[in-house]
């Protein structure tokens, strides 16, 4: 039951994009189509609950031990870089067909501050490791379901008349906005 | 602070081990000329080239099964390295462009409201879409998503526009198009084309002898865009300030507007606005060509017509050179038609306009052997014969020669349009094309 | 050469200010722009990181090998932002606790490594710093006017200090019948009023 409550804040009440403002490059860079936003969304979800299982275990059974948590932010951004960096190597090797997929975007994913954020979140909020392994996937599955829902927005605006001033960026806020506004409900949920 | 420094340590050379192992047991031998070739193409993964996207496209060209050139995205300068990494010859090839053919938009009505899924695909299967023009574009963008280049973008006016300097030409936007309204045609494949008579096109365009875009090109003076506007009627005809100024402009004859309860527009005077405009701005269009081949034509006479030959010769990227008498470079205005009001500028305007593109002009006595009959007359030279000058051709024979040799219709269209129509300026043509196959030149 | 510092320093102001002209980094000004003592502190913050790194990888820009470069910078980073981190939660901890997870997230703020890989891996110090530092000064500038206006929409009133110096004290600014606009404060309206400013941004032309 904890558990369930803790998907469902990460993913709707406590949505990653919307409501905590993570990941915000990648949200608005990548939601053009609705292909590309899919395939992020994808591969966010794999990075993201790895990263936030080892960053878990590098914070609790190395770093806290030596009295070292001030070094957080510089050890999870490496162990990050080369988490990436190793996951493309092995989709390559062992999954061609997975790899063709979710390849371009890897690279993106080292600065995508979402993974990172959710990785200090887990710490800040004191989880453990059961806690931080379901609030992860919660969080990368908000991401994907919130950059989803936006990529079938934009591909609607494309369409419209939009004044010139509004246009781009301008217009896909105001719309990320809105987007935001109904995610906005599901706060007391839980 | 020993801890820290080891535990950094720790951790950077862990990650970096890990790495290194992995990058061995997950070693792929890639040739390393793949990398390289894929680093030199555009990285957009269009599909233009044939293949599926850019990593396929490397192994392909490093597999020799295609040439360094087909990145439709890359600039050539990327086929001359991938070429320089391959060791081959780079080949070149004219840059192909998309063209949406349907400008109709939202000006046909609805016959239902649409509330199915955004997208042309899905339209058309429901009673070919919701317009009344069962041929023309729907407005649903499959073709602005389907483009990876942001080349494409939805107008004002329920229709796509079409950025050409950002269109590559890799014709995602035409494979997907429902109603096959867009194309990716080179510059001298538009060129070549003829408007037939069972296309849907304005009355306007279609009486037009030279074939103008003439909605377009209205629109664009609409917009303020006299740039394009200069363009679009120069690419079917390259002397607006005068026809602005002569053209019978049947055209305005056949003007719905004129059908129904108002005036025609004033289509010819429009053509010669732009025209002025762009005459006192100083400035020249460019408008593009063809990559030049080494072809060469001699062309006898610079009046209206050997200026158009000249005009469509290079920009099919033969090389024209003229032949003829007069000492005033192209003084075809001025002369052929006297009675105008035709500035005197003009001349040394539409002069400059030929120099930058590399046409050359022969004022020669020594021409005066073969060329101009009264020549021949007044000093009794020896009657002179055209076909006994080797290498010489008339026009009618060269086409006819080309459309044989081509095998494809397109020549034989222009040639036999031109006898039907007499177009002018085009056509009226008196013997002057003249193509050697020893390059005729003096 | 002085001429060219100056024009480096100004450009971030107006030509390329972040997130309106450079739209970058999108993360922070979002999520911590609910007060202009917020905004203003994260753009200091950032500012420092920016002009630190800037001139450490300008100074660094022959010996890191290209193809470890963008690890490298990240590190560099990393350092800044550690060293900032800990600065804040000493001399300015309420500030520190409001910022949160932002600050740890300089660290994969697009601008700063951007700055990095696109100027100061190619530039000599000098220029580095004028623009690492033109470009925080934009980016501040950027977050102290988003907040203001979410500030003001959604409280009514401005009010707050700049790192404990220079405390401002605006209350009501609309008059006692204004009904504070909550919505501006909260998680949509950081879109919407950064969207709209852009589309105001959009009106000037950028020449």
């Given at each position: 039951m904890e558990y369930i409550e803790l998907i469902v804040a990460t993913i709707f009440v406590n949505n990653i994009l919307l409501a905590q403002f993570l990941g915000n490059c990648p949200f608005l860079?990548?939601?053009?189509?609705m292909e590309t936003a899919a395939g992020m969304a994808m591969a966010v979800i794999f990075v993201l609950v790895m990263a936030g299982v080892i960053t878990w275990v590098i914070y609790a059974w190395l770093l806290v031990p030596y009295k070292l948590e001030f070094l957080r932010t510089i050890a999870f951004i490496l162990v990050i870089a080369s988490l990436v960096q190793f996951v493309e190597m092995f989709l390559k090797k062992s999954m061609p067909a997975l790899y063709a997929g979710l390849g371009i975007f890897l690279p993106l994913i080292t600065t995508n501050c979402a993974v990172f954020g959710v990785c200090v979140l887990n710490i800040d909020k004191e989880f453990g490791f059961m806690q931080s392994l379901v609030a992860s996937f919660g969080y990368a599955a908000g991401f994907g379901l919130a950059l989803i829902l936006f990529a079938g927005v934009r591909e609607r605006i494309l369409l419209a008349r939009v004044p010139k001033p509004l246009q781009d960026t301008s217009i896909a806020l105001v719309t990320a906005g809105v987007l935001s506004l109904s995610f906005y409900a599901f706060r007391g949920m839980v | 602070m020993v801890i820290a420094i080891l535990v950094m340590l720790g951790i950077g050379a862990a990650c970096g081990i890990i790495l290194s192992v992995a990058s061995k047991v997950f070693y792929v031998y890639e040739d390393p000329r793949i990398s390289q070739v894929e680093y030199f193409l555009a990285g957009a993964n269009c599909g233009g080239c044939g293949f599926a996207g850019c990593g396929a496209a490397a192994v392909a060209i490093v597999e020799g099964k295609a040439s360094p050139g087909i990145c439709v995205a890359a600039d050539s300068e990327s086929a001359i390295n991938i070429a320089g990494v391959m060791g081959v010859d780079p080949g070149t090839a004219e840059p192909i462009k998309s063209l949406n053919t349907c400008s109709g938009g939202d000006r046909a009505v609805d016959k239902f409201i649409y509330n199915g899924a955004m997208s042309c695909a899905a339209m058309a299967t429901l009673y070919g879409g919701k317009r009344v023009c069962s041929i023309g574009c729907m407005g649903m963008g499959d073709c602005i998503k389907a483009c990876k280049f942001d080349a494409i973008h939805m107008g004002p006016h329920g229709f796509p526009v079409i950025d050409e300097f950002k269109c590559v030409g890799c014709g995602a936007c035409a494979s997907v198009c429902p109603k096959n309204l867009l194309s990716v045609k080179s510059m001298s494949q538009r060129l070549l084309v003829f408007n037939e008579e069972d296309q849907a096109l304005a009355p306007c365009q279609q009486t037009c002898p030279a074939e103008i875009d003439i909605p377009k090109y209205i629109h664009l003076i609409k917009e303020g865009d006299y740039e394009g506007a200069v363009n679009t009627i120069r690419e079917r005809n390259p002397l607006l300030l005068s026809c602005g100024r002569v053209?019978?402009?049947p055209c305005e004859n056949y003007c719905r507007r004129a059908i129904e309860d108002d005036e025609a527009v004033s289509i010819n005077q429009l053509k010669r606005f732009v025209a002025d405009y762009e005459m006192n701005s100083g400035r020249r269009y460019p408008i593009s060509c063809a990559p030049d081949t080494d072809k060469r034509v001699a062309i006898i006479g610079g009046g209206p017509a050997g200026v158009s030959c000249a005009y469509f010769l290079r920009r099919l990227a033969i090389i024209p050179r003229f032949m003829k008498t007069c000492p005033n470079w192209v003084a075809s205005p001025a002369m052929a038609f006297p009675n105008t009001d035709c500035p005197t500028r003009f001349s040394t305007g539409k002069s400059r306009v030929f120099s930058t593109w590399g046409l050359m002009c022969t004022t020669t006595p020594a021409w005066g052997v073969i060329s101009p009959f009264r020549a021949c007359e007044k000093k009794a030279m020896t009657p002179f014969s055209w076909a006994s000058v080797p290498g010489r051709t008339t026009n009618w024979a060269f086409l006819g020669r080309i459309s044989r040799a081509s095998g494809r219709g397109s020549i034989s269209c222009l040639q036999s349009r031109i006898r039907r129509k007499s177009a002018f300026p085009s056509a009226n043509a008196r013997p002057l094309w003249a193509v050697g196959t020893p390059p005729l030149t003096v | 050469m002085a001429k060219s510092i100056v024009a480096e320093f100004t450009k971030g102001l107006w030509k390329e200010i972040p997130p309106f002209r450079l739209v970058l980094g999108l993360c922070p000004t979002l999520g911590v722009t609910t007060s202009m003592k917020n905004g203003i502190g994260m753009g200091l913050a950032t500012t420092f990181v920016l002009l630190c790194s800037n001139i450490l990888v300008s100074l660094l820009r022959k010996v890191i090998p290209s193809k470890v470069r963008i690890a490298c910078f990240i590190i560099i980073i990393a350092t800044f932002v550690i060293v900032v981190e800990q600065m804040m939660a000493a001399y300015a901890y309420t500030l520190f606790m409001d910022l949160g997870v932002f600050i740890p997230l300089i660290v994969v703020n697009c601008i700063v490594l951007g700055r990095a890989e696109a100027f100061a891996s190619k530039n000599g110090i000098a220029t580095s710093a004028a623009d690492g530092l033109g470009i925080g000064v934009g980016f501040t500038l950027s977050l102290a006017s988003l907040g203001a206006v979410r500030e003001l929409l959604g409280t009514g009133s401005l009010k707050g200090d700049i790192f404990g110096f220079l405390p401002y004290h605006f209350s009501n600014i609309f008059g006692s019948s204004f009904e504070p606009f909550g919505f501006a404060v909260q998680a949509p309206g950081a879109f919407i009023a950064l969207g709209l400013m852009l589309c105001a941004m959009n009106l000037i032309p950028s020449k």
């Amino acid at each position: 039951m904890e558990y369930i409550e803790l998907i469902v804040a990460t993913i709707f009440v406590n949505n990653i994009l919307l409501a905590q403002f993570l990941g915000n490059c990648p949200f608005l860079g990548t939601s053009k189509k609705m292909e590309t936003a899919a395939g992020m969304a994808m591969a966010v979800i794999f990075v993201l609950v790895m990263a936030g299982v080892i960053t878990w275990v590098i914070y609790a059974w190395l770093l806290v031990p030596y009295k070292l948590e001030f070094l957080r932010t510089i050890a999870f951004i490496l162990v990050i870089a080369s988490l990436v960096q190793f996951v493309e190597m092995f989709l390559k090797k062992s999954m061609p067909a997975l790899y063709a997929g979710l390849g371009i975007f890897l690279p993106l994913i080292t600065t995508n501050c979402a993974v990172f954020g959710v990785c200090v979140l887990n710490i800040d909020k004191e989880f453990g490791f059961m806690q931080s392994l379901v609030a992860s996937f919660g969080y990368a599955a908000g991401f994907g379901l919130a950059l989803i829902l936006f990529a079938g927005v934009r591909e609607r605006i494309l369409l419209a008349r939009v004044p010139k001033p509004l246009q781009d960026t301008s217009i896909a806020l105001v719309t990320a906005g809105v987007l935001s506004l109904s995610f906005y409900a599901f706060r007391g949920m839980v | 602070m020993v801890i820290a420094i080891l535990v950094m340590l720790g951790i950077g050379a862990a990650c970096g081990i890990i790495l290194s192992v992995a990058s061995k047991v997950f070693y792929v031998y890639e040739d390393p000329r793949i990398s390289q070739v894929e680093y030199f193409l555009a990285g957009a993964n269009c599909g233009g080239c044939g293949f599926a996207g850019c990593g396929a496209a490397a192994v392909a060209i490093v597999e020799g099964k295609a040439s360094p050139g087909i990145c439709v995205a890359a600039d050539s300068e990327s086929a001359i390295n991938i070429a320089g990494v391959m060791g081959v010859d780079p080949g070149t090839a004219e840059p192909i462009k998309s063209l949406n053919t349907c400008s109709g938009g939202d000006r046909a009505v609805d016959k239902f409201i649409y509330n199915g899924a955004m997208s042309c695909a899905a339209m058309a299967t429901l009673y070919g879409g919701k317009r009344v023009c069962s041929i023309g574009c729907m407005g649903m963008g499959d073709c602005i998503k389907a483009c990876k280049f942001d080349a494409i973008h939805m107008g004002p006016h329920g229709f796509p526009v079409i950025d050409e300097f950002k269109c590559v030409g890799c014709g995602a936007c035409a494979s997907v198009c429902p109603k096959n309204l867009l194309s990716v045609k080179s510059m001298s494949q538009r060129l070549l084309v003829f408007n037939e008579e069972d296309q849907a096109l304005a009355p306007c365009q279609q009486t037009c002898p030279a074939e103008i875009d003439i909605p377009k090109y209205i629109h664009l003076i609409k917009e303020g865009d006299y740039e394009g506007a200069v363009n679009t009627i120069r690419e079917r005809n390259p002397l607006l300030l005068s026809c602005g100024r002569v053209c019978p402009h049947p055209c305005e004859n056949y003007c719905r507007r004129a059908i129904e309860d108002d005036e025609a527009v004033s289509i010819n005077q429009l053509k010669r606005f732009v025209a002025d405009y762009e005459m006192n701005s100083g400035r020249r269009y460019p408008i593009s060509c063809a990559p030049d081949t080494d072809k060469r034509v001699a062309i006898i006479g610079g009046g209206p017509a050997g200026v158009s030959c000249a005009y469509f010769l290079r920009r099919l990227a033969i090389i024209p050179r003229f032949m003829k008498t007069c000492p005033n470079w192209v003084a075809s205005p001025a002369m052929a038609f006297p009675n105008t009001d035709c500035p005197t500028r003009f001349s040394t305007g539409k002069s400059r306009v030929f120099s930058t593109w590399g046409l050359m002009c022969t004022t020669t006595p020594a021409w005066g052997v073969i060329s101009p009959f009264r020549a021949c007359e007044k000093k009794a030279m020896t009657p002179f014969s055209w076909a006994s000058v080797p290498g010489r051709t008339t026009n009618w024979a060269f086409l006819g020669r080309i459309s044989r040799a081509s095998g494809r219709g397109s020549i034989s269209c222009l040639q036999s349009r031109i006898r039907r129509k007499s177009a002018f300026p085009s056509a009226n043509a008196r013997p002057l094309w003249a193509v050697g196959t020893p390059p005729l030149t003096v | 050469m002085a001429k060219s510092i100056v024009a480096e320093f100004t450009k971030g102001l107006w030509k390329e200010i972040p997130p309106f002209r450079l739209v970058l980094g999108l993360c922070p000004t979002l999520g911590v722009t609910t007060s202009m003592k917020n905004g203003i502190g994260m753009g200091l913050a950032t500012t420092f990181v920016l002009l630190c790194s800037n001139i450490l990888v300008s100074l660094l820009r022959k010996v890191i090998p290209s193809k470890v470069r963008i690890a490298c910078f990240i590190i560099i980073i990393a350092t800044f932002v550690i060293v900032v981190e800990q600065m804040m939660a000493a001399y300015a901890y309420t500030l520190f606790m409001d910022l949160g997870v932002f600050i740890p997230l300089i660290v994969v703020n697009c601008i700063v490594l951007g700055r990095a890989e696109a100027f100061a891996s190619k530039n000599g110090i000098a220029t580095s710093a004028a623009d690492g530092l033109g470009i925080g000064v934009g980016f501040t500038l950027s977050l102290a006017s988003l907040g203001a206006v979410r500030e003001l929409l959604g409280t009514g009133s401005l009010k707050g200090d700049i790192f404990g110096f220079l405390p401002y004290h605006f209350s009501n600014i609309f008059g006692s019948s204004f009904e504070p606009f909550g919505f501006a404060v909260q998680a949509p309206g950081a879109f919407i009023a950064l969207g709209l400013m852009l589309c105001a941004m959009n009106l000037i032309p950028s020449k």
